[in-house]
């Protein structure tokens, strides 16, 4: 899976195809760092760590001047419907071994190590994913989400009437749930559980909701947390059958668990229920998530072009942008799901 890069011109192909290499050999160094619990005191390895792309633009970022052990508060607001926002607590940026194995993987399982400790256990197309994916946490002036992530928050919001008095499920939410969370505040929505497979993360998670039904912002009936992790038995039966919406968000680059997503969605969902996923091309993973798809009996409607906004600066984003943008890394298509009748 291609990194982040855009297509150098001939004359400076030298120095781009130099600087890629001096910014691939300091990502190695990063991980080299991090497997061996140091802190990041490099500024230039902090740097690196970030995706170099990073936002649709679509919300706008505040912070509370609140700061905790945990983190720092911030406020996010909608810049196309201001009249929502939520506060989010966004980790602090240091980095240990297990933060960064538990983020390559949305199901929470922590992916697995040689006996010394000192490998990782990946195929080549999901190491191509971690190269591309290396920071779990980041600052809140880098936005800290994803963004198929922001995408499906910002098309929650100008969509929340399709969630009326429904019960609402995202999956792989990881640090904020910022989607299911637009959910909550924006549609009079029977129920919105935000899930992740990460214990970390559904703590965040619970804090967040705690400070945001003090602030009054939720109109659903009843929003909450918990573990979910795809591939586990007992996580998903509890919950069987209970969904009329499940929707997540850039969940489909690992190999090993797609099958498991696939089955957890179909799971989940109500007979007349759909799940609304957003995510980039990344390869083949998509089309590898939806092949899975209609084996295990869903009806698929594919979407490129689902709103103007997006469609509009995707392509300035694509002509002005080449050095940050990659469309198959960043570019969220729009998949609905509906189970066979």
Known sequence: MAEAAGSPGRPAAGRCEASSAGAARARWRLLGQVLKKKQLKDVHLQQVSVRRFASFNLFSVEDQNTEEEAGTWVQYKSIFYPEYSVSLRFHNGLLNVKDVLTSFDNTGNVLRWGSSGGCLALPCTEMESVRELWTPYVTPQDQGLWPSEEVLA????????????????????????????????????????????????????????????????????????????????????????????????????????????????????????????????????????????????????????YDEHISNFHSKLKNEEKDTYEENLHYPFLLVLTKHR
């Not at 399709?162 to 959910?183: K, P, Q």
């Not at 003090?214 to 992790?229: E, N, T, Y």
């Not at 668990?257 to 799971?267: C, G, M, P, T």
């Open 154 to 305: 910002y098309y929650c919001l100008k969509h929340n009437e399709i969630f009326r008095d429904l019960a609402v499920c995202e999956l792989g939410g990881g640090m904020t749930c910022l989607a299911g969370l637009m959910v909550a505040i924006s549609a009079d929505v029977k129920e919105v559980l935000l899930t992740d497979g990460n214990e970390k993360a559904i703590k965040n998670v619970s804090e967040i909701i705690r400070r945001n039904e003090d602030a009054g912002v939720f109109k659903a009936q009843k929003v909450s947390s918990c573990i979910l992790r795809w591939d586990n038995e007992t996580d998903v039966s509890q919950l069987e059958g209970h969904f009329d919406i499940v929707m997540c968000a850039d969940c489909l680059f690992l190999d090993r668990y797609r099958a498991s997503l696939v089955d957890a969605i179909k799971r989940l969902l109500q007979p007349s229920g759909k799940a609304m996923v957003f995510a980039p091309l990344r390869g083949n993973t998509l089309n590898q998530f939806c092949n899975l798809a209609e084996k295990a009996g869903f009806s698929i409607q594919r979407h490129e072009n």
